[in-house]
């Protein structure tokens, strides 16, 4: 008995059905043809989990209303709706992309994919996706969820980080949407695709009795779930050391501005150091006593983990020299609003939130 074969003629078709009566309709970036709507949510949600944008999307939208509103503003009021939500060149694109429509589109984001693609910070499958979400515009998309389906559907081996690999999934992508009736509900179909991928495809035991394409799947078929996607080519995560000076006066600490790029771009942080002689010697600075150990802790980053080591030093005015360029005094109660680094929103807020410095001293 011969295995059933995938049917890209009927994708389409089964994802728009299954989409309608299971899929998601309730996310506040749903039901709309806002260009701006649709283009922030799927900038917010590169990299991040649906639970984690919910809260920050609405809080932008609250600060942010119109792609006008938001060019209008300088970076450093974008950064604090952004801080915490990591890949900070997203919000830096963001904000470059949102005066870009302004000046050169006349505060109206271009209809189609290949002009949408053009913006700062809006890839291939982000400009397709508007375009179909707010155009209708027959343009497949191709994120991390979309290629778990079409790699488990169609049985196609290999990293998808490949070139040759992600070239051959755009193909299937294509070839679906050509494919597909005329009359295909883009949206739907869009939507489908990464509902399917959330919901029903996902990377570990995917309830393949819920899938619409179960039938003629190839992963289904040959019970090779977890083989595909292929497994990413595993590479030695890097080690990286740093110490963080956190200056205290009266209620204030002392925050430095990130440059854009590289970690942290543009957000507000404590003074870094690469070795505590280092530190200890800007100690010297604000103060004649020396900097003290507060416990250790990690961060991951996609490809290394940071390990952090902060200092407490209390000054006085007595002793108090001015800040150097780029550094500001900032009150313990601003902190919350601050755009901060996620790592050192938390160790300043777990600090001064227990009243108590001292149960983070290092015995």
């Not at 899929?23 to 039901?31: E, T, V």
């Not at 260009?35 to 649906?50: A, D, F, G, H, N």
């Not at 302004?102 to 499958?125: H, M, Q, Y």
């Not at 299937?172 to 949407?177: F, L, R, Y």
């Amino acid at each position: 008995m011969s295995l059933p074969e995938p049917r890209p003629q009927d994708l389409a078709k089964k994802v728009v059905a299954w989409q309608k009566i299971s899929g998601r309709h309730h996310l506040p970036w749903q039901n709309t043809q806002d260009p701006y709507r649709v283009w922030l949510s799927e900038i917010m949600l590169q990299q991040t989990q649906v639970a984690t944008v919910l809260g920050y999307y609405e809080r932008f939208l609250e600060r942010f209303p119109t792609v006008k509103d938001l060019a209008a503003a300088e970076q450093d009021e974008v950064m604090p709706y952004w801080a915490g939500l990591g890949y900070y060149a997203r919000a830096r694109n963001l904000h470059r992309c949102a005066r870009e429509v302004v000046e050169k589109w006349d505060g109206c984001f271009p209809g189609n994919a290949t002009d949408l693609a053009t913006l700062p910070g809006i890839g291939r499958s982000t400009a397709c996706a508007i375009a179909a979400f707010c155009f209708g515009e027959r343009s497949p998309i191709m994120d991390g969820n979309v290629k778990r389906v079409f790699t488990r559907y169609f049985g196609i081996y290999g990293s998808t980080q490949k070139k040759a690999v992600e070239n051959t999934l755009w193909a299937k992508a294509d070839e679906v949407v050509k494919l597909a009736p005329a009359s295909l509900d883009m949206a739907a179909y869009t939507q489908g695709l990464m509902d399917l991928g959330s919901q029903c495809c996902t990377r570990s035991k995917p309830t393949c009795s819920l899938c619409p394409l179960q039938s003629d799947c190839y992963a289904h078929s040959h019970q090779a779930q977890s083989e595909l996607p292929s497994p990413k080519e595993r590479i030695r995560q890097d080690e990286r050391y740093t110490h963080v000076l956190i200056v205290e006066l009266n209620g204030q600490v002392l925050l430095e501005q990130r440059p854009d790029k590289g970690i942290w771009g543009g957000l507000l942080t404590l003074p870094q150091f690469d070795d505590a002689i280092s530190l200890q010697t800007a100690a010297l600075h604000w103060s004649h006593e020396e900097a003290i150990a507060l416990a250790s802790f990690q961060h991951v980053f996609s490809h290394f983990k940071l390990h952090i080591t902060p200092w407490l030093l209390h000054v006085n005015e007595s002793t108090l020299a001015e800040p150097v360029a780029g550094q500001q005094w900032q009150d313990h109660e601003a902190l919350e609003q601050t755009a901060l680094p996620a790592p050192i929103r938390k160790l300043l807020l777990g600090l001064y939130q227990s009243n108590d410095s001292e149960q983070l001293l290092l015995s």
